[in-house]
């Protein structure tokens, strides 16, 4: 800073850095403040709607913000980036793809997935396009009815892995301390237990029906998303935006909820989008193993019912196992393209 | 007054052993006036100003002395009280406009969190408000700028976005701890004059803390000299920056460049900068007597022993120094 600037408020220093001021002797380039995507550099302003004379020499003009930034919506910049990742746009088309093929297929098809419709093992033909079951069921009907129990289960476990999972990592990562201590243990007691023991004995307690079976899944999976939260909710307290919004009288809940939770999420989404590919994985375990619910279709209980005639009649397992991996990959590949498009950081 | 600091005595514990991080400091500030906390990095400045909100960092405590904002002793009120005087009565700027905006949130949006949090007004009237803010403060087009992000804008763009969260709630402290130093000269002196502007406009008390003299005399009519966790001078801006009694002092005014306060930059410019030797001892090795005898050229044995009193001169100006005591200047 130069001498001449103490306390004499110099009018020169305002002119030479007002590049804003220098732009109203410019002709207006934009329409006006209501051009919703206009990029144009030189923003007219009236210098009645300043209500600092003084104040305003301002270097950082609108020139200086990305012409695509601050004009366009939280939704729009969301929907530009997601779409600009092909990997992100392929996974959320085959994700919509399957959940549009389940839910509308059973009704278009029009088969019973239960009835039996033929001979057992009939290669797949124009009749039963992937084939008959073991007692002669067909297996396109079983796949596409199978799909809504096995997806849902996935959706909703992994629904109710984020609720506990951020519960029980945001109040441990943001109080610390004994809080922090207690619920890190439970949350290691869970995670020694195996997965898929701990579903299935739940499932053997209370009964297999679909809703035991994603309560179980989702208790039996929240540990990740618990531990990925209390990491991020530690490093984030300390920040400086924190520190300011304490500063600011936020109360806790606020804290955790408006100004850390959002910046904690990008890894967290990525966490329960996985956790979604796990719980139709698990639930497909859990029906192979027979614990799944007899009386709905899954993809799990084709492939467990026919697993041993898999080397006769390969068609009974590589169908429902598809549906499986391609929901998988689906899921998997949005949760990636969620991950680079939630996060400005990495514009 | 707004702002009454009397007797304030900091110390930070490591394991069984505690050290005074400020000792006995008092300060004040009324409506409308500036008072500019200087002094080099370890002196006390941030912890000072942490204590008046009521934040001190694990390991720091309130030993002794009070606080008082506009006639309540705030140093003693529990947590949940002091969480709502925070942003409606006193609020703080930060230093690194880079680091102290969420990132993932609308500039406008935090805003609005301000006045969420203290239920200023009815939750339809709050973008408004917020828009009206981000105009008062020299954003052009607040409409637009609601929906913008941190990342998409300046330093001193953030800056005055920090400006107006520590405004949105109307409060009569505002607390500036080192406001410009992440800024480019030339925006420094902008923030800087939208501070004295704000300040005119709504009479509000500012406590800013700074180790950049030259800021201090653009917005300070008050100048508080801190050593070592000590006030060893304190006087009128100009008073301070001119006639600087504590050797401290003038080591610090010695060692700005071109500091000539309105006298042509001649003399200034064909210096060696000065220096204070060493360095500010850190807490845990503070000793008796005047804490800056051990870097002061003109120390006494009586330095050692004794500390001095902060003694009242003319004019409004006080300094604690022995030398300075017994005839004009050290």
């Known amino acids: 800073m130069s001498p001449n600037l103490h306390r004499v408020p110099d009018p020169k220093v305002g002119v030479e850095v007002d590049p804003l001021g220098a732009g109203l002797e410019a002709p207006p380039l934009g329409a006006g403040p209501e051009a919703g995507g206009d990029p144009s550099p030189g923003m007219p302003v009236n210098r009645s709607q300043r209500p600092l004379e003084r104040g305003l020499a301002f270097p950082g003009t609108p020139g200086a913000i990305k012409p695509s930034g601050a004009s366009q919506s939280r939704y729009r910049r969301f929907l530009r980036l997601f779409l600009k990742n092909p990997a992100g746009l392929a996974g959320a088309i085959l994700t919509a793809i399957m959940v549009l093929t389940v839910t509308l297929g059973p009704g278009l098809y029009g088969v019973d997935p239960f009835e039996i419709v033929s001979a057992p093992f009939m290669a797949p033909d124009s009749e039963t396009p992937m084939g008959t079951d073991y007692v002669g069921r067909d297996i396109l009907a079983g796949v596409l009815s199978g799909g809504r129990a096995s997806l849902s289960v996935g959706l909703f476990a992994a629904m109710l892995t984020a609720v506990i999972g951020l519960t029980i990592g945001s109040v441990a990562g943001y109080f610390g301390g004994f809080m922090d201590t207690f619920l890190m243990k439970v949350t290691e007691f869970f995670q020694v237990l195996p997965n898929l023991l701990f579903a299935m004995v739940l499932v053997t307690i209370f009964g297999p029906t679909l809703f035991m079976v994603t309560v179980s899944i989702g208790l039996a999976s929240w540990m990740n998303v618990a531990r990925l939260t209390r990491a991020e909710f530690m490093r984030l307290k300390e920040m400086d935006f924190v520190r300011s919004a304490v500063t600011a009288g936020a109360t806790a809940p606020r804290l955790m909820l408006a100004t850390i939770l959002p910046n904690a999420l990008p890894p967290i989404i990525v966490a329960a989008a996985f956790d979604i590919s796990f719980a139709i994985l698990l639930e497909g375990s859990l029906s192979f193993l027979g614990l799944g619910d007899p009386n709905r279709m899954s993809w799990g209980l084709i492939i467990g019912q026919n697993k041993n005639y898999v080397l006769d009649a390969w068609w009974t397992v590589v169908f429902p196992g598809a549906a499986i991996f391609l929901s998988v990959l689906g899921v998997c590949l949005t949760s990636d393209g969620l991950n680079d498009a939630l996060n400005p950081r990495l514009e | ?330």
């Open chain 2, 1 to 330: 007054m707004v702002l009454s600091v009397e007797n304030l005595t900091v110390v930070s514990s490591q394991g069984k052993r505690t050290f005074p991080v400020v000792e006995d400091l008092s300060l004040s500030i009324g409506r409308g006036g500036t008072l500019a906390l200087v002094g080099e990095s370890g002196c006390g400045k941030t912890v000072s100003a942490l204590s008046i909100m009521g934040l001190l960092p694990p390991g720091f405590s309130i030993a002794s002395g009070s606080i008082t904002l506009g006639g309540e002793k705030i140093s003693s009120l529990p947590k949940s009280k002091l969480r709502g005087l925070r942003g409606r009565r006193m609020s703080m700027i930060f230093q690194e406009p880079m680091t102290a905006l969420n990132p993932v949130m609308a500039i406008g949006k935090q805003v609005a969190e301000v006045l969420k949090s203290h239920r200023i007004c009815p939750p339809g009237q709050i973008k408004g408000r917020v828009v009206d803010l981000l105009a008062e403060v020299g954003l052009p087009d607040p409409e637009r700028q609601y929906w913008a992000y941190p990342h998409e804008f300046s330093g001193g763009m953030r800056q005055r976005v920090m400006c107006v969260m520590a405004l949105a709630a109307s409060p009569d402290l505002i607390i500036a701890d080192e406001p410009t130093t992440a800024l480019d000269a030339t925006v420094q002196a902008q923030i800087l004059d939208l501070l004295r502007d704000l300040q005119a406009k709504r009479g509000l008390a500012i406590l800013l803390i700074t180790h950049n003299l030259l800021a201090a005399s653009l917005l300070a009519d008050r100048v508080a000299v801190l050593y070592a966790g000590r006030k060893v001078e304190e006087g009128p801006t100009d008073e301070v920056l001119t006639n600087p009694l504590h050797p401290y002092a003038r080591g610090l005014m010695d060692s700005q460049p071109k500091l000539t306060l309105g006298q042509g930059g001649t003399q200034g410019m064909a210096r060696r900068l000065k220096i204070i030797a060493g360095q500010v001892p850190p807490p845990s090795q503070r000793q008796g007597g005047c804490h800056f005898h051990g870097r002061c050229e003109a120390s006494t044995d009586k330095c050692q022993k004794e500390i001095p009193t902060l003694i009242a001169r003319s004019g409004g100006h006080s300094v604690a120094c022995f030398g300075a005591e017994e005839g004009g200047k050290a």
